[in-house]
């Protein structure tokens, strides 16, 4: 085992170990989002059959719409709303057409994008990296809203409701980031001759009063 901190207080001994052994939270815990995506070198994510993103999106619109030949014409004419000579390059064509689509959708799901950061290891958010070379969207995350009712118990979405799945999925990505970058974390407490006293892994991030170690050993350890 990897020892990441010591702590002592009184006669008794915390160490923090990195938890080589981790589970996948995507592949071990239940979500509340989905999480859709592509990358020629990782695997992540959830597992998923769609071969591109164009297929997921299309894929949206037919659960949405209720039918194939729907969701083909939907996806055709909001694909014909952008004018392909006025971009410089595809990707940013095809860009303004996901845009499109997922305007639409936004009647019917509350998605958010992904984006990876690839240097020395990996590392996801929402929000996009500063650096272009080593970072990129590789999917998207994504909830629909009538799971999102059934979640709450309700029949409308407000404002604050919306605000706190968004909120969730990002949380979701956050702890999966985590893990992707190795940051979870075990501890094994001791008395003063170096007896066991408590064990337990699986803590993601290195916010241990916040990630649910302090719970368990006490807040008084991280003062």
Known sequence: MTTYEVYKKDSNVLRIYYDESASNPRQDYDNFGTMICWHS????????????????LLSLLEEMLGNTYKAEEKYEKLKNQVDREIFRSYSAYSKEVDDKILDFLENDCIILPLYLYDHSGITMNTTGFYCPWDSGQVGWIYVTKEM????????????????????????????????????????????????????CWGFYGDNFRENGMADYVGQEWFN
């Open 41 to 56: 070198r990782y695997v992540l994510g959830d597992k998923h059959n769609f071969e591109d993103k164009d297929n997921f």
């Open 148 to 199: 999102v009712r059934r979640e709450y118990g309700i029949k409308r979405i407000t404002k604050k409701i919306r605000e706190k799945v968004i909120q969730a999925l990002k949380s979701e990505v956050n702890v999966y980031s985590e893990y992707l970058e190795g940051n979870v974390y075990g501890y094994v407490l001791e008395d003063a001759e170096g007896n066991e006293l408590d064990s």
